[in-house]
Structure formats: structure tokens, C-alpha cells
């Protein structure tokens, strides 16, 4: 990777110093990093899980030092900067970079460990025992296993982002375990949360607690007791994005739910999710999918005959 470089999932397939167990438009998962050392400074545009094998690494992540360890995990959301990488030289890594689209798909509801863990409590590093270590090291056998073996089975592609997110949901145990047991500290300290980080994280906490999730950024400010500025402005702060685009994706994220997982009606899907109608669910789809809600639920695009 070359310096100042924004990592991206492209950037990282067709780089000839990483070890590209899997990509796709929405997952690259890393086998090694051989020139890692030589990164300066890089933008990391997606979701990353980084896994110490072996040796130490350090760096800068957005100016925050951060140390990893043999058999420590790191957990680092999208959109940061990565400087000053020091690596011992018996340092190993597994990795996996993913986008927020398929991070929100895979973990749905429990997505809300995730943002705990990164966002609000800021924690980006969890220490595996070896028997949680050897899961990984299996886990990773069982993809190799399938990608080598797998290519002509029409649902390829599914099975292995089945084993992704078993990983991955593995992973969030460890990481609610260690919010737990964090949990002591936190209400023993009040300086622990900032009063933006509350009011932030009694976001997410009505984001991932209402049915329907569509609704202004005043009116969830409102629930909060705080301006709809103030709310902007402590989402950003405390994330990277604002609070529209918070609602978006999880709205977002409930109707690929919908539309892919379950077999609602299109009209049953826009009255849970309280569309006014499905022309306008059709709409919405539409512009933030590019598909309509039949197309998306199965997968093609339709072309028009004349």
C-alpha cells in the first residue's frame, strides 16, 4: 500500500503485497499484510476486525495510539486514519474489512454492540484466551476450505458470508462480555461519558429499540430533549456521520431485511415500516437502491420489453 493511500475494497484486492483470501464488492478478507510496515498514512473507508496471530503492532488510529498484541482483536469502524505503523518482525495478521452496508446486514439487531463498543465507549481492542483464538484459526481453515472448493455451487457466495458472520457475531459476544465487565468502571465514573457521548448513545438507543426507525432528526431530538442541531452535531462528533445518515442506514438496513429475508407482501413491508404508501416505498427503494422492491428482493434487475 502506498503512502497517503485511501483504502478502499478495490485498493485492497489489487494490491500485490496483501494476501486476499476472499473479496467482493462488500468484504475483503486479509490472509497477510506483507508490506504493512511501509504504510504512512492511509484512510480506511471501510469496518475493519484486525487479528494479532503473532508479534505486536502499533499505530496512530485518528491520533489515538493503539497497541495489539498476539491473540488481541481489534475492532475499528469506518472512516479512520491510520499513521506511524510500527510491527515487531515475527508480526502476523488475519483481517477482515467490510462495508457498513453488509456489517448492518450481518449483525441486524445486535449491531448496537458494535456501535457501544467503537462509538460510545470506545474500546477497539478485545483479548482472546487461546480456545477463542483456535475458533478463528478454524474458521478461517473452514473459508479457505470453501472458497477452494465451493466455486461451483450456485449459493458460493452465500455460504461464505454465512461463515463470516458467524465470525463476526462470535466476535460481538466477546466484545458484550467485555462491555460487561467494563460495566463497573463506567457508572463509577461520571467523567467516563461525556454529556455528547450520553446524548449520542440515547440515539442509537431509540434507533435500535423502534420498529420503525423513519422518522426527522427533530423528532428524534425532540424524544432526546435536545435541538435537532445539537443532535447533528454530537452524532458527528462522536461518529463521523450525522444523525440523518444514521436514520438512513438503518432504515436502509430494514428493508434489505425485509425484502430479503422474509416473505412480506410489499405492501406489508411499507406498513411496517410505516410508508404512507407503496408507491412512495417503491420510490425510496428505488433511489437509495437503484432497483425496485421486486428487483431488490430477488436480486435482478428487470429490463424493459418492447
Same mark, same amino acid.
Given at each position: 500500500?502506498?503512502?497517503?493511500?485511501?483504502?478502499?475494497?478495490?485498493?485492497?484486492?489489487?494490491?500485490?503485497?496483501?494476501?486476499?483470501?476472499?473479496?467482493?464488492?462488500?468484504?475483503?478478507?486479509?490472509?497477510?499484510?506483507?508490506?504493512?510496515?511501509?504504510?504512512?498514512?492511509?484512510?480506511?473507508?471501510?469496518?475493519?476486525?484486525?487479528?494479532?496471530?503473532?508479534?505486536?503492532?502499533?499505530?496512530?488510529?485518528?491520533?489515538?495510539?493503539?497497541?495489539?498484541?498476539?491473540?488481541?482483536?481489534?475492532?475499528?469502524?469506518?472512516?479512520?486514519?491510520?499513521?506511524?505503523?510500527?510491527?515487531?518482525?515475527?508480526?502476523?495478521?488475519?483481517?477482515?474489512?467490510?462495508?457498513?452496508?453488509?456489517?448492518?446486514?450481518?449483525?441486524?439487531?445486535?449491531?448496537?454492540?458494535?456501535?457501544?463498543?467503537?462509538?460510545?465507549?470506545?474500546?477497539?481492542?478485545?483479548?482472546?484466551?487461546?480456545?477463542?483464538?483456535?475458533?478463528?484459526?478454524?474458521?478461517?481453515?473452514?473459508? /479457505?476450505?470453501?472458497? =477452494?472448493?465451493?466455486?461451483?455451487?450456485?449459493?458460493?457466495? *452465500?455460504? %461464505?458470508?454465512?461463515? #463470516? +458472520?458467524?465470525?463476526?457475531?462470535?466476535?460481538?459476544?466477546?466484545?458484550?462480555?467485555?462491555?460487561?465487565?467494563?460495566?463497573?468502571?463506567?457508572?463509577?465514573?461520571?467523567?467516563?461519558?461525556?454529556?455528547?457521548?450520553?446524548?449520542?448513545?440515547?440515539?442509537?438507543?431509540?434507533?435500535?429499540?423502534?420498529?420503525?426507525?423513519?422518522?426527522?432528526?427533530?423528532?428524534?431530538?425532540?424524544?432526546?430533549?435536545?435541538?435537532?442541531?445539537?443532535?447533528?452535531?454530537?452524532?458527528?462528533?462522536? /461518529?463521523?456521520?450525522? =444523525?440523518?445518515?444514521?436514520?438512513?442506514?438503518?432504515?436502509? *438496513?430494514? %428493508?434489505?431485511?425485509? #425484502? +430479503?429475508?422474509?416473505?412480506?407482501?410489499?405492501?406489508?413491508?411499507?406498513?411496517?415500516?410505516?410508508?404512507?404508501?407503496?408507491?412512495?416505498?417503491?420510490?425510496?427503494?428505488?433511489?437509495?437502491?437503484?432497483?425496485?422492491?421486486?428487483?431488490?428482493?430477488?436480486?435482478?434487475?428487470?429490463?424493459?420489453?418492447?
Amino acid at each position: 500500500m502506498k503512502q497517503h493511500e485511501e483504502v478502499t475494497i478495490q485498493t485492497l484486492a489489487n494490491s500485490e503485497d496483501i494476501q486476499i483470501g476472499y473479496s467482493d464488492e462488500d468484504i475483503v478478507v486479509v490472509d497477510s499484510i506483507q508490506q504493512f510496515a511501509e504504510v504512512n498514512t492511509a484512510h480506511v473507508a471501510m469496518n475493519t476486525i484486525v487479528i494479532c496471530t503473532y508479534g505486536k503492532v502499533q499505530a496512530q488510529i485518528n491520533g489515538v495510539v493503539m497497541e495489539l498484541h498476539k491473540n488481541q482483536v481489534a475492532i475499528i469502524p469506518q472512516n479512520v486514519t491510520v499513521t506511524d505503523v510500527m510491527i515487531s518482525p515475527d508480526f502476523n495478521l488475519k483481517a477482515m474489512f467490510l462495508t457498513n452496508r453488509i456489517l448492518q446486514s450481518f449483525l441486524h439487531e445486535k449491531m448496537s454492540i458494535w456501535n457501544d463498543m467503537v462509538y460510545i465507549h470506545r474500546h477497539h481492542v478485545v483479548t482472546m484466551d487461546e480456545d477463542e483464538m483456535l475458533f478463528y484459526t478454524h474458521f478461517y481453515e473452514m473459508l /479457505s476450505l470453501t472458497i =477452494a472448493r465451493g466455486k461451483d455451487n450456485p449459493l458460493h457466495i *452465500e455460504v %461464505i458470508q454465512s461463515l #463470516l +458472520r458467524s465470525a463476526i457475531l462470535g466476535l460481538c459476544g466477546a466484545m458484550k462480555q467485555k462491555l460487561l465487565s467494563d460495566d463497573v468502571q463506567f457508572s463509577t465514573s461520571d467523567s467516563q461519558l461525556s454529556t455528547s457521548n450520553s446524548h449520542f448513545q440515547r440515539f442509537l438507543d431509540l434507533l435500535h429499540s423502534n420498529d420503525v426507525k423513519r422518522h426527522t432528526v427533530e423528532a428524534y431530538a425532540s424524544e432526546l430533549c435536545i435541538s435537532p442541531k445539537y443532535l447533528t452535531a454530537v452524532c458527528k462528533k462522536s /461518529s463521523g456521520k450525522t =444523525a440523518n445518515e444514521w436514520i438512513t442506514e438503518h432504515v436502509l *438496513e430494514d %428493508i434489505r431485511y425485509y #425484502l +430479503r429475508q422474509t416473505d412480506y407482501s410489499i405492501k406489508q413491508i411499507c406498513d411496517i415500516l410505516a410508508f404512507p404508501n407503496p408507491s412512495f416505498f417503491g420510490k425510496y427503494v428505488k433511489d437509495h437502491f437503484g432497483m425496485t422492491p421486486i428487483e431488490f428482493r430477488t436480486g435482478h434487475k428487470m429490463t424493459k420489453t418492447r
